[in-house]
């Protein structure tokens, strides 16, 4: 039988995804008496279930991924263009639209100059890693070998990328885990390590130093972090901390990446996350809105003084990158990245998301002043969440099933929002908002109603 995307039997497709499919992050045992959902079709910021349910997505296909919206038929038709002309080669050798692709990117990205495709933003990080690993074998004798990462920050579902996440419910039951990751402390300023004091973001960046002198600066190779902490809260870093993340990194001779697997592709207002911050990276990992989920790509890119360290005469056998990606190879990813780009520049979506961002936090903050239970805002861009707390003062979080009950009722409004997810021991107590870059005023009004409707009647004040 052939697929037809336009006729859907869609009571038999949830009959055969119910008996073969296994979802991503869901305890399954409910579904012997419930239907699981099935998403049939998405157009601009909707998406409807089988069942003929309509929702304003908030969360972008619910992992911060489909920027520019659904139904783009631009995107969609130049990938089936590059597939018919040249559906894949390994990248051993290049194609036309990772080219092109590489190009744009790079136009977008001063400083840097390469880019490595692989097909997620796991895998893109692993690449950077082995990149840090080859170098401290070359230039090192293999003694700078170790990755820091940061607490509550996350990195990827490989056990390597979970190596370096900084969630412990993420990480519980999988480990052992990949030796040479160290965790670095967060730099949540709402739960500051030292209570209210003017300098946190120097002090959170100099717990970074103190971890670096303690493992041995000789032994350390590179500095991973998020330049917003996504799932693990929506943290913003505070003043001064990206300064002196950077003066410590050049002190100890460290190479900074930067995951920007979430923030990227004008999430927060700036192609990347890291440009609200005067980062100069070594390397930058991206995916999700890389083509807004219309084809899997992720990117590797770094500095050309990066690349040159892999270049040797050809008797150097073990010398360059001996990496590959499979589907790295593929050109449906470039093409659809390409038009995505189009698309935010056309539509000017940067200034959007800066206009849109100000409305929603606006609108977040006055829900806040509405709710007791709300202790923190926080965010960038189209790219926002708040923390929900018994008290105000203690700043105790609350039961993850608050949020849980609260993406519930949104649920049935026909809202989708999202939640920090199994993550933490304590801390599942926020709600993450990621609309598309596209979103409207009403859109975020309609989106902000609902949680203030299900607010109303789960955690009213007294």
């Known amino acids: 039988m052939t697929y037809d995307a336009k006729n859907i039997d869609a009571a038999k497709a949830v009959a055969t995804d119910k008996k073969h499919v296994w979802h991503h992050l869901t305890q399954h045992k409910p579904f012997e008496q419930n239907d699981p959902m099935v998403i049939v079709k998405g157009e601009g910021m909707r998406v409807w279930d089988a069942k003929g349910n309509e929702y304003l997505d908030a969360v972008s296909g619910a992992v911060w991924t489909v920027n520019v919206g659904y139904g783009r038929t631009e995107i969609a038709d130049a990938v089936r263009d590059q597939l018919v002309t040249l559906n894949y080669f390994a990248q051993t050798a290049g194609n036309v639209p990772a080219a092109l692709f590489a190009e744009k990117l790079i136009d977008k990205m001063p400083g840097m100059s390469r880019v490595y495709y692989s097909n997620s933003g796991s895998e893109a990080n692993e690449k950077a890693w082995k990149i840090v690993r080859q170098i401290a074998e070359k230039k090192y004798g293999g ?64 717990e970074i130093e103190k971890v670096i002198l303690a493992e041995g600066p000789e032994t350390v190779g590179a500095l991973c972090l998020e330049p917003i902490t ?114 935010i520049e056309r539509e000017n979506l940067l200034e959007n ?23 923190d805002v926080r965010g960038k861009g189209l790219f926002a969440g708040f923390e929900l707390v018994k008290d105000r003062v203690s700043k105790e979080p609350v039961d993850e099933s608050l949020p849980i009950a609260i993406g519930a009722d949104c649920m049935k409004q026909g809202v989708i929002i999202g939640r920090t997810n199994r993550s933490f021991r304590e801390f599942n107590n926020t709600i993450c908002l990621s609309p598309a870059l596209i979103a409207t005023q009403a859109d975020i009004d309609a989106i902000v109603d609902a949680i203030d409707s299900a607010m109303s009647r789960l955690c009213p004040n007294d």
Not at 354 to 366: I, P
């Open 353 to 375: 998301v800066t206009h849109m961002g100000e409305h929603l936090m606006g609108r977040l903050n006055g829900l806040k002043a509405k709710y007791d239970v709300i202790g």
């Open 143 to 206: 003694k700078k070998y170790k990755v820091l990462y940061r607490e509550r920050d996350y990195h990827g579902t490989t056990i390597t990328a979970l190596s370096a996440t900084g969630q412990y419910e993420r990480k519980n039951q999988y480990g052992p885990f990949t030796p040479g990751f160290v965790e670095v402390p967060h730099c949540c300023e709402y739960r500051s390590q030292w209570g209210d004091v003017d300098d946190y973001g120097i002090r959170a960046a100099n």
């Open 230 to 343: 996504a799932g693990g809260g929506v943290i913003e870093p505070p003043q001064g901390y990206w300064d002196r993340v950077q003066e410590i990194c050049k002190q100890y001779d460290i190479l900074l990446h930067i995951d920007e697997v979430v923030c990227g592709l004008g999430r927060t207002g700036k192609w990347f996350g890291y440009q609200h911050y005067g980062v100069k990276p070594d390397m930058v990992t991206m995916a999700k809105g890389v083509a807004s989920g219309y084809a899997a790509i992720s990117c590797t890119v770094t500095t050309e003084e990066v690349f040159e360290a892999f270049k040797e005469d050809d008797d150097a056998r073990m010398g360059y990158f001996r990496d590959i990606s499979t589907f790295g190879g593929c050109t449906a990813g470039p093409a659809a990245a390409l038009v995505n780009m189009e698309i």
